[in-house]
């Protein structure tokens, strides 16, 4: 085969292969004296290649749909106090499992907490309470 630039490096794609089919190319691989690699590729067209079956649907689904009559910008904002508290519990476990780290200030952390629990007050304040509908 002949060599291939750098800029479009060969790479590992691993593959199954029916047995029957694996001992073919192993065959034809002994009667060329090349690699099974070489006669893969030989087979290869990559203007005709294709995807085989069907694309598996994605398991998380980016957009939810909406299960309440609630405002969209609330529960945004609801996401986003989520993901600070997340960010804080992530660094309270970092500096307790990670030795030689300073020591984070509690009274800092409650302040911190306790000015989210006064912004989701707010928001509750705000917020329009809707009944979810059952089905």
Request: glycine share 4%.
């Amino acid at each position: 085969m002949p060599a291939v630039p750098a800029a479009d490096p060969l790479i590992p794609v691993p593959c199954r292969l029916p047995k029957s089919m694996a001992a073919r190319f192993r065959t034809e691989a002994d009667e060329r004296g090349t690699s099974v690699s070489d006669v893969l590729r030989s087979y290869i067209k990559l203007d005709e290649a294709k995807p085989l079956g069907t694309v598996r649907p994605r398991k998380r689904v980016k957009s939810l749909a909406p299960v309440t009559a609630a405002d969209p910008a609330l529960l945004q904002a609801l996401r986003l106090i989520g993901t600070n508290v997340n960010q804080i519990a992530h660094g309270l476990h970092a500096v307790r499992l990670l030795p030689g780290k300073r020591a984070v200030d509690a009274t800092l952390l409650l302040a911190e907490l306790s000015a989210m629990r006064g912004q989701l007050d707010r928001l509750a304040v705000q917020a329009d309470p809707v009944p979810v509908p059952t089905s």
